[in-house]
């Protein structure tokens, strides 16, 4: 089956960091342009980050600049975004997805003292 899986959600205090991974099964994700997407409740998904086949073609929304980086791991096989100084705005169902229109199920990111 081809389909996007992301993990490394969950529950994370004000400030702290985290780390979310997206992995492709059936095919190579290294192939494609792949972004990071979030959903706030009420609200519609929107990009937060998107790269390249490289790790050198990154771009973020302005809200998160400074605190998301998105990266490759070409040994796992993964697209990551690192979410650190996170804010209670950071809370949202977040998405990874490819160029092509594959999309993954999402993953709860909530924010909590």
């Known amino acids: 089956q081809v389909r996007l899986v992301e993990s490394g959600g969950g529950l994370v205090q004000p400030g702290g960091s985290l780390r979310l991974a997206c992995a492709a099964e059936?095919?190579?994700?290294?192939?494609?342009?792949t972004g990071w997407f979030r959903q706030k409740p009420g609200k519609e998904r929107e990009a937060v980050s998107c790269?390249?086949?490289?790790?050198?073609?990154?771009e973020y929304v302005d809200s998160v600049k400074g605190r998301v980086t998105i990266s490759r791991d070409y040994a796992k096989k993964t697209v990551n975004l690192n979410i650190e100084n996170v804010k209670p705005e950071d809370a949202a169902i977040y998405y990874c997805?490819?160029?092509?229109?594959?999309w993954g199920q999402g993953i709860q990111v909530t924010v909590s003292s």
């Open positions: 790269m390249s086949t490289t790790d050198f073609s990154t």
């Open positions: 059936g095919f190579n994700l290294d192939d494609y342009a």
């Open positions: 997805a490819t160029v092509i229109g594959r």
